[in-house]
């Protein structure tokens, strides 16, 4: 097969080119690799080693000369030194007045204390007492006590006092409260409890109030001459008025005249039935009509 029609006038003219340019292609390649024998060589590239080579410059070896070995003067110089460092101590420090010795404080062993067991719960209850206040210096009254589990041997002590007790039930007991018991102001402690204390209650407490006094001053009395009924003065703390009371009188409204005499005026509360003992004043004693002296009488004064 025929690769090139050299009958057409276009294809001489390649072949021509092609040719031109192989042979300019070989030309160069030829004056990179060897040259046109130019005077000046072309330097030579040189790569570097990791060992440098040492250039021998001299043509003949010279023969290593040894160093010469100093001889040794005297032995003795060369011994092991002992070395005995002398003893030092440091001067004394001067004292300083300002600094105290103190002792550590001695450790404190602590105490083992055994917990306090809890006191376990009474067993019987007491809810309420009635009366719960009351007034010293009153008559006797009678006393109920309200709460749960009451038994028929259970009992009520006031202040440590056993009383007498009626039994009502296992919720309710009673009983009476002598007048002794309640002689001054303060407060008493009731408890129920059974003599030998192996069933109790929690204590609850009545107060016992002071009762209240009358206002008065007694100043003075005033006998008539027919006795049928002293008549005696009475004067108010509060405004120091002065009036004129008789036996059976309500003074204060609420205090009674019982007894009138030369020496004490005794007044009973209506409501409490409290008597009050009020004593003349020792400064008004000759202030009534009595320490008055009576005036002479003529025919006393004639002799027969």
Do not use: C
Not at 49 to 71: F, G, H, I, K, Y
Not at 239 to 266: A, H, P
Request: charged share 20%.
């Amino acid at each position: 097969m025929q690769l090139v029609d050299l009958n057409k006038p276009g294809e001489k003219k390649k072949l021509l080119a092609a040719a031109a340019l192989g042979l300019g292609a070989i030309i160069v390649l030829w004056w990179a690799l060897f040259g046109f024998g130019d005077s000046n060589p072309r330097p030579t590239r040189t790569t570097a080693s990791a060992t440098p080579t040492l250039r021998n410059t001299q043509t003949t070896s010279r023969p290593q000369q040894q160093a010469p070995v100093a001889e040794v003067q005297n032995l003795a110089n060369f011994a092991p030194v002992d070395y005995l460092p002398s003893s030092y101590s440091a001067p004394e420090p001067k004292r300083n007045i300002f600094a105290f010795y103190e002792p550590p404080a001695k450790p404190v062993a602590e105490a083992s204390t055994t917990p306090t067991p809890e006191p376990s719960p009474p067993p019987v209850l007491l809810a309420s007492v009635s009366p719960s206040n009351v007034y010293a210096r009153t008559a006797d009254f009678k006393l109920e006590v309200a709460g749960d589990k009451f038994t028929p041997a259970m009992r009520i002590f006031v202040d440590g006092r056993e009383m007498p007790t009626t039994y009502k039930g296992p919720q309710q007991l009673s009983t009476t409260i002598s007048a002794s018991l309640i002689a001054a102001p303060g407060s008493r402690s009731v408890v129920v409890r059974t003599p030998d204390n192996s069933l109790w209650s929690a204590a609850l407490p009545i107060q016992v109030a002071a009762p209240p006094v009358p206002n008065f001053n007694y100043v003075g009395i005033t006998s008539p001459q027919d006795r049928v009924a002293d008549q005696a003065w009475v004067q108010d703390k509060n405004n120091k008025t002065i009036m004129t009371v008789y036996r059976g009188d309500i003074i204060g409204g609420r205090f009674r005249v019982t007894s009138i005499s030369q020496k004490e005026l005794v007044l009973t509360d209506t409501s409490l039935k409290i008597k009050h003992t009020i004593a003349m004043s020792e400064s008004d004693k000759n202030a009534g009509p009595l320490s008055r002296p009576t005036p002479r009488v003529d025919s006393e004064d004639d002799e027969p």
